[in-house]
């Protein structure tokens, strides 16, 4: 069993910044490919960014050059830096953990607000 628990959010202004943390329990973080997905109101959930284990990283298109993702395996933390937040980033973030490169995602955030206001 994964425990994952995010934190970070809020509301910032057009332009502004935040950065969500997660937090994943387990011996084995570093063997895990982790990620950031995210649901808007009415529309289905989607995936906005994602690391392998070895570091390799996605972004989705609607936030490549802004969005960052990034691991510290040492402290078993997950970040995600989000520059120049648009308010169509306005949604409920999600942390999510596959415990490999080849597995589903298992595990996940209990979310947290991102609202962008104009």
């Known amino acids: 069993q994964v425990h994952v628990v995010q934190s970070g959010g809020g509301l910032v202004q057009a332009g502004g910044s935040l950065r969500l943390s997660c937090a994943a329990s387990?011996?084995?973080?570093?063997?895990?490919?982790l990620g950031w997905f995210r649901q808007a109101p009415g529309k289905e959930r989607e995936s906005v960014a994602t690391?392998?284990?070895?570091?390799?990283?996605y972004c989705a298109d609607s936030v490549k050059g802004r969005f960052t993702i990034s691991r510290d395996n040492a402290k078993s933390l997950l970040y995600l830096q989000m520059n120049s937040l648009k308010p169509a980033d306005t949604a409920v973030y999600y942390c999510?953990?596959?415990?490999?490169?080849?597995?589903?995602?298992?595990?996940w955030g209990q979310g947290t607000q991102v609202t962008v206001s104009s």
């Open positions: 999510a953990v596959a415990i490999t490169d080849w597995s589903p995602f298992g595990f």
């Open positions: 387990g011996r084995s973080f570093s063997t895990y490919t």
């Open positions: 690391i392998s284990s070895g570091g390799t990283t």
